[in-house]
Structure formats: structure tokens, C-alpha cells
């Protein structure tokens, strides 16, 4: 225990303290509230003010002073606008809000301004970095070319990821958006990918679902969760995206000297997932009409593009020459009635490269994750996608939309020709091929595995309803029987490789495992 | 506080129109007392932002109020408000007159805030080192804040020069709390 701490020792180590303390006369600028209302704050004065500074009212609150009027500043306030009054002294500060970064912040559930709220301790970083970063040029930049393993099938096989790129998850309420992201957080255990989930306008309980889910898979100790819920003020629920990103933006930027990383260090890899960016447009819009911007189409201010795309440039792929980090986002938006036409939703398509469309449908249907391969796209990723999964996954699209055609068709027809009903069977196993729980990441193996057994024709044997237990026992076998193989396609994958001997191995085990399979039945 | 941009225009307006007229001295005399007038009498104030004062009956009390008490310029600018019906911000346009004519003889008001009274040697010293800093004539006016609990703080416009005993313990204990 502390006893042999002397009262003298505290004494001297605080006078040391005052000592080194020095303390001039303070300088600052300072306005005074007009008036407060729906967590906006009229100032008049700050004459020198920034826009996106930080300022300080004299309760201890800090806002942000986003409309510069000729004659007011207009501050959103960052907590209760009911602790400010009429005439209360607001001061700059000279800052343009930052958050803490680096690795204190791993594991961590912080706020939209980098504030610990999971109640365990202050967060000891010496970094920081400004929320508002310009996104880098061209020059700096590399087209997408690694791939980022979501460990979902359907998204490796067809709208694959790679490092540095943006891909949209949208669809309606409660089809699984959440879960494919959190699902992405998880597999990227062990892959030197740090992870960053900002929560967006959601229920608490949701986020200490998602931060429990994340610690039961030992995926928290690389992720960093920013929380701006439901219940916190507009301006925070806005900010929390920039916030996330800039954390990322420490680990992306490590080996950029252009951006004040060190030269031959090796860029860091960082994921984001932005939940949802819908109640970041609409949190936004509150602050704009309180704010009297001129409103547009729904209601959104004119510059809500503007938003979505000065965030989502952020992501990148850095080139070698600024250490080769990336950041890759993945932005939910939810959708209403599947209308991916409305403003928000069209907006966020055309930023991103491709996008990951869910449909309540599919979902209900049992189809789960319920992707809708014909509308989903990744317009970079096939540069990176591994070259098993290309090699395999390459009839996957087109058998699937033969088979939605067929199945819309054969709703009408009473008999069918033997050539279609092979189709439509075939058809009915890839779409179970597709299906996969929530929280079982699969690896490449894995994958491949099992889709070039429904591709090459090895499940026409089993029945539609037993696909599911047939993909759970040809895991099994090459997470144990075939240990060998699965450690050799890792280390192909790894050299981007797929050779003529691990194809010839990967039929036989598909072959054996039919046939057991099929004998057991 | 002033916010008014009507107010502003006014004044300036009539601060260059006396300047013309060579009148700006009587004018501002006329405009200050009229502005302590208004901040002292809740009644005036009500009287001259009521809507419900027809315009003709305002200028017969205007008048009778004024009339000979204040000078002839200082009366036409009451009318010309009146007339507009912008005399809900005349005690602005007071204000704002007062700015215009320290702008133009390039005077800066500070205020001094202390813990105990300032002697005159004091505030004298501060003036000094004001004007030698801000390169302007300086209009000291002072108030007494026992919160400060030593040493002061000038207020010049916007900028605020924090030399108290409050302000230093709050910066040691920020220090501290995030040594
Ligand atoms: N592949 C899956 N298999 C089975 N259940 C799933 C799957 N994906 C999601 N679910 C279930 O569906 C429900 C909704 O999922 P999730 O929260 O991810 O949806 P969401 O679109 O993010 O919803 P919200 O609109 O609330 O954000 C959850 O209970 C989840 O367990
Ligand atoms: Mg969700």
C-alpha cells in the first residue's frame, strides 16, 4: 500500500508543481449570447472567429461556431443549451476541434469530440488530430489494388472490397446492415487492420450490443467505438464521422511524409464503418434550419452533398512513396421502401464505389444476408479480389441472375423442360450457398470451397434444404481433416496465387465431402 | 448591447451629416443625454417602440417632449426617425452616434474591471500603457468585481486582457488537471 508516501513528498512534488507554473496576464476574445434556443447559440461578438472553431461559454460548455453573420456568430452547442443564458460570456479558443488518437484510443468507446464514456479512464495519448482534415490529392494516391476480406461470401465472391475503398451498405430498417459491418470488424482479426465503428443517432443498448459482440470475438482490443446516440445533441451526432475518420487518419497517414508521417515507415490499414450516415443528414438538417440556411430538396441544406463527400474522400489508398496505409469506409445508409431515388441515398451512391443493396424481402424470406446480387456493384474491387475467388466466383453473377429470371418465369409455368429445371436447381443450391449466420466470418478457403462446389455442379445431389448443414460440415473438414490444404490456400492467397495442385486437391475434398455427405443423408 | 443594422445606418448617416453641418459636437451632447434618457426610463422606451402610437401623435409629444431641450439638428434627425417609424431604435442610434464619433477621433473605450477600487495613479498607469500599445486615445471607464479576488481585467472591445487572481487559479488548476 501507498504508506511509505510522505505528506512532506506530496507537498514538495505540488510545490514543484507551482513553481514551474507560470502565469501571464491571459489574452482572448470574447462575444456575448444573444440568444439560446433548440441547442444553438446566437453570439454577438468573436469578431475574429473561425469557422469550425471551438468556443467556450462561461459555464464550461464548448460549441462550435459554424454561421459567421455579419452581425452574430451562430455556435452549436456541444450539451444542455439549458445551462446557457442571455448575455453569458462566450471565449475563443483558438482551435479548430480535434480529437485524441494512436493506440490509447483501441478498445475504447469514446464520444464525437474523443471523450472516454465506457467509464474506463482517461484516454493517455499525446496525439491529436483536427476532425476536419482535407482529403489527399491525386498525386498521393494509388487505385485500389488489396483486397479487405469482409469474411462474408456473397460480398468476397461478388461485390468484393479492397483496401481504400468506399463501399455502400444500404437498405431498408432492419434487413442486417449492422450486423455485415460488425461481421467485417471481426474478420479483420489478425490482419493489421485497425477498426473504427461511429454510431450514429442509435440506441445506446444497440451500441453496447455492438461493443459486447466485438469483445465476445476478441475483436474490441482493435477497435474503437465513437458513439454519437440518439439522445446526444445534433452537433455531436454531425461530428462523430469526422471524428472516427481522423482517428483513422493517424494510423493511414504513419508513412506519409506529406502528410507529416515519417518517411519509410509503413503506412498503417484502417476500417471504418459509419452507422448510419442517414441520421447524419438528418442531424445536419436540424442544425441548418436551426441555424436559418435555406433549405433544399427534403428539407436539406444545399451543402449535405457536400458533407457526404468531403468525408468519404478521406478514404484512401495512400501510394508507396507515402507509406502505402489505407483507410476503407464503409457508410450505411438505411433507405425507406427499398427507394434508393431519394435525395440522401442517390447522393451517397454516386460517392462511393459500389454499393451492398439489402432488401427487407430477401431478409424475410429466409435469404439471409439478404443481398441482392443483381443491384449490388463494386466497381474497384475486382482489382482486388484474391485470385481463387475470381477464378471461382466468376459464373456465381451469372447463374444467379439466370436463376431470378427463371424463378420469376417458372412461377407461371406448370411443367419445364429438363434443361431449365436443372437450372432452377442448380440455381435454388447457390442461392443457399449464399446464406450465412450472423457473427461467422469465413476465410478464403472456406469460401471457395463451397462455391466451387455449387458452381462446378458437387451439390445437385443434395437436397435444397440440407445445403446449409453440408456448408457447416465441409468447414468443419477443413478446419480439421484438411488443415494441410487450408493452411496452403492461406499462404496462396497470400502470394495471390492459385495453382493447378490446389485446385486438383480442393475438388477431391469437395468430392469426398459430397460423397460422405450425400451417404450419411 | 448593439444589434440593430437599421440603427447603425441611421447613425452613421447623421454622424457625416452633422460632421457637415459642423454640428457634431452639439449633436453628440444632444444624443448622449438622450441615450442615458432612455436607459433610465422604462416609460420612454415603452412610449417610443409602441406600435400602437399613431405616428402624427408621437411627433406632438416628441416635440413637446424636446422641443427647445435639445438642439435644432438633434430634433430634425427625432422627426426624420419618427417619420420612418424607426424610434424603437433610436436609443441605438444614440449609441451607435457615440461609436462613429470616438471611431473618428480615434478614442478606444476599455473598461477596467478590478476586485477593490483603482486609485486614479493606477487607472492613469493602465491609460498609459494602453495608449502607447493600441496607439489610440483611450476612455477608461471602470466597475468593481469581487470575484476577480485580485489584480484586473480590461475589456477592449472584443478582447479581453485577463490579469486577475481568478483567471490565474483557473489556469493552474486546468494545468493540473490535465498534467
Ligand atoms: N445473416 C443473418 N442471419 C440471421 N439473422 C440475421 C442475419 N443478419 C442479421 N440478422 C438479424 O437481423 C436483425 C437485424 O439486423 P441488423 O441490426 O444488422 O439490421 P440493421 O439493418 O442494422 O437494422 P437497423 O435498421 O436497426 O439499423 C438482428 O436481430 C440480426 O441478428
Ligand atoms: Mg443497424
Known amino acids: 500500500m501507498a504508506t511509505d508516501i510522505k505528506p512532506e513528498e506530496v507537498s514538495a512534488i505540488l510545490k514543484e508543481q507551482f513553481a514551474a507554473f507560470e502565469s501571464g ?11 439560446v434556443g433548440d441547442g444553438i447559440a446566437r453570439v454577438y461578438g468573436l469578431e475574429n472567429v473561425m469557422a469550425g472553431e471551438l468556443v467556450e461559454f462561461a459555464c464550461g460548455l464548448q460549441g462550435l461556431a459554424m454561421n459567421l453573420e455579419e452581425d452574430n456568430v ?44 465506457d467509464g474506463k479512464g482517461p484516454i493517455n495519448t499525446e496525439n491529436s488530430r483536427p476532425i476536419e482534415f482535407k482529403a489527399p490529392g491525386i498525386m498521393e494516391r494509388k487505385s485500389v489494388h488489396e483486397p479487405l476480406q469482409t469474411g462474408v461470401k456473397v460480398i468476397d465472391a461478388l461485390t468484393p472490397v479492397g483496401r481504400g475503398q468506399r463501399e455502400l451498405i444500404i437498405g431498408d430498417r432492419k434487413t442486417g446492415k449492422t450486423t455485415l459491418a460488425v461481421d467485417t470488424i471481426i474478420n479483420q482479426k489478425g490482419k493489421g487492420v485497425q477498426c473504427f465503428y461511429v454510431a450514429i443517432g442509435q440506441k445506446r443498448s444497440t451500441v453496447v450490443q455492438i461493443a459486447e459482440t466485438l469483445k465476445q470475438h476478441g475483436a474490441l482490443e482493435y477497435t474503437t467505438i465513437i458513439a454519437a446516440t440518439a439522445s446526444d445533441p445534433a452537433p455531436m451526432q454531425f461530428l462523430a464521422p469526422y471524428s472516427g475518420t481522423a482517428m483513422a487518419e493517424h494510423y493511414c497517414y504513419l508513412g506519409s511524409p506529406t502528410f507529416g508521417g515519417t518517411e519509410g515507415v509503413a503506412g498503417g490499414h484502417a476500417l471504418i464503418v459509419y452507422d448510419d450516415l442517414t441520421k447524419q443528414s438528418q442531424a445536419y438538417r436540424q442544425l441548418s434550419l436551426l441555424l436559418r440556411r435555406p433549405p433544399g430538396r427534403e428539407a436539406f441544406p444545399g451543402d449535405v452533398f457536400y458533407t457526404h463527400s468531403r468525408l468519404l474522400e478521406r478514404s484512401v489508398k495512400l501510394s508507396e512513396s507515402e507509406g502505402a496505409g489505407s483507410i476503407t469506409a464503409l457508410p450505411i445508409i438505411e433507405t425507406q421502401a427499398n427507394d434508393v431515388s431519394a435525395y440522401i441515398p442517390t447522393n451517397v451512391i454516386s460517392i462511393t464505389d459500389g454499393q451492398i443493396f439489402l432488401e427487407s424481402d430477401l431478409f424475410n424470406a429466409g435469404q439471409r444476408p439478404a443481398i441482392n446480387a443483381g443491384l449490388s456493384v463494386s466497381r474497384v474491387g475486382g482489382a482486388a479480389q484474391t485470385k481463387s475467388m475470381k477464378k471461382t466466383a466468376g459464373t456465381l453473377r451469372l447463374d444467379l441472375a439466370q436463376y431470378r429470371e427463371l424463378a420469376a418465369f417458372s412461377q407461371f409455368a406448370s411443367d419445364l423442360d429438363p434443361a431449365t429445371r436443372a437450372q432452377l436447381e442448380k440455381g435454388q443450391r447457390l442461392m443457399e450457398v449464399c446464406k450465412q449466420g450472423i ?46 490444404f487450408s493452411d496452403k490456400f492461406a499462404v496462396e492467397v497470400k502470394n495471390d496465387d492459385f495453382s493447378k495442385d490446389l485446385i486438383a486437391e480442393m475438388t477431391d475434398i469437395v468430392k469426398s465431402t459430397t460423397e460422405s455427405f450425400s451417404s450419411s443423408l | 448591447m448593439l444589434t440593430s443594422k437599421a440603427a447603425k445606418r441611421y447613425a452613421k448617416a447623421f454622424f457625416s451629416l452633422a460632421q457637415d453641418k459642423g454640428k457634431l459636437d452639439e449633436v453628440r451632447a444632444d444624443f448622449n443625454a438622450l441615450a442615458q434618457l432612455a436607459a433610465q426610463s422604462e416609460e420612454l422606451k415603452s412610449f417610443l417602440s409602441s406600435p400602437l402610437v399613431a405616428q402624427d401623435k408621437r411627433l406632438e409629444l416628441l416635440k413637446s417632449l424636446f422641443e427647445g431641450k435639445i438642439g435644432a439638428t438633434a430634433m430634425s434627425f427625432i422627426t426624420f426617425l419618427n417619420e420612418k417609424d424607426r424610434t424603437p431604435v433610436l436609443a441605438e442610434v444614440c449609441e451607435y452616434f457615440e461609436v462613429f464619433c470616438n471611431e473618428a477621433a480615434n478614442v478606444q473605450l476599455v473598461t477596467i474591471t478590478s476586485a477593490q477600487e483603482l486609485s486614479s495613479t493606477q487607472i492613469k498607469a493602465i491609460e498609459v500603457k494602453l495608449e502607447a500599445k493600441l496607439n489610440k486615445t483611450i476612455k477608461a471607464s471602470t466597475e468593481i468585481d469581487a470575484a476577480l479576488l485580485g489584480g484586473f481585467k480590461i475589456a477592449i472591445g472584443d478582447q479581453v486582457i485577463d490579469h486577475s487572481i481568478t483567471a490565474q487559479l483557473n489556469s493552474l488548476k486546468q494545468s493540473i488537471v490535465n498534467a
Do not use: W
Open chain 1, 25 to 35: 496576464a491571459q489574452t482572448y476574445e470574447t462575444g456575448k449570447v444573444l440568444s
Open chain 1, 74 to 117: 451562430g455556435v452549436a452547442i456541444f450539451g444542455e443549451d439549458k445551462q446557457i443564458c442571455e448575455g453569458m460570456e462566450v471565449k475563443r479558443t483558438n482551435t479548430i476541434a480535434s480529437v485524441p488518437t494512436g493506440d490509447a484510443l483501441l478498445g475504447r468507446v469514446v464520444d464525437a469530440l474523443g471523450n472516454p464514456i
Open chain 1, 439 to 484: 457473427n461467422e466470418p469465413q476465410s478464403v478457403a472456406e469460401q471457395v470451397c463451397l462455391i466451387y462446389a455449387g458452381t462446378n455442379g458437387y451439390l445437385n445431389d443434395i437436397p435444397v434444404d440440407k445445403v446449409v448443414s453440408y456448408t457447416a460440415e465441409l468447414n468443419e473438414a477443413l478446419s480439421t481433416r484438411y488443415k494441410d
